[in-house]
Nanobody
Framework: QVHLVESGGGSVQPGESLRLSCTSS????????INWYRQSPGKERELVATTNGGINYADSVKGRFQISRNEAESTTYLQMNSLRPEDTALYYC??????????????WGQGNQVSVTS
């Protein structure tokens, strides 16, 4: 059974930092691409960072957020620096891959709230 467990969210002031973690079990973590998404009330879900096809970031977080992965711990991290109020959202980790038989494997964390307020 596959599990993705997120941690590290919370409430901070503008300019501060947080690191989100997402630990997986039940899968071959190394074979998956990693995505971090976020969603705010009334807004569409936004892809903020991905390792799919190389590391890329949304323009809104470029230079402030960093995605990484620890293969030995089957864990991915999203380091978020210089946080802004507009970064307030529910953040989700997502692991995905297309298998040899073209079957899509797509797993999601439970979501982690990040709030940035003065």
């Amino acid at each position: 059974q596959v599990h993705l467990v997120e941690s590290g969210g919370g409430s901070v002031q503008p300019g501060e930092s947080l690191r989100l973690s997402c630990t997986s079990s039940g899968i071959n973590f190394r074979s998956f691409a990693i995505n971090w998404y976020r969603q705010s009330p009334g807004k569409e879900r936004e892809l903020v960072a991905t390792t799919n096809g190389g590391i890329n970031y949304a323009d809104s977080v470029k230079g402030r957020f960093q995605i990484s992965r620890n293969e030995a711990e089957s864990t991915t991290y999203l380091q978020m620096n210089s946080l802004r109020p507009e970064d307030t959202a529910l953040y989700y980790c997502n692991l995905e891959k297309v298998g040899w038989n073209r079957e899509v494997y797509d797993y999601w964390g439970q979501g982690n709230q990040v709030s940035v307020t003065s």
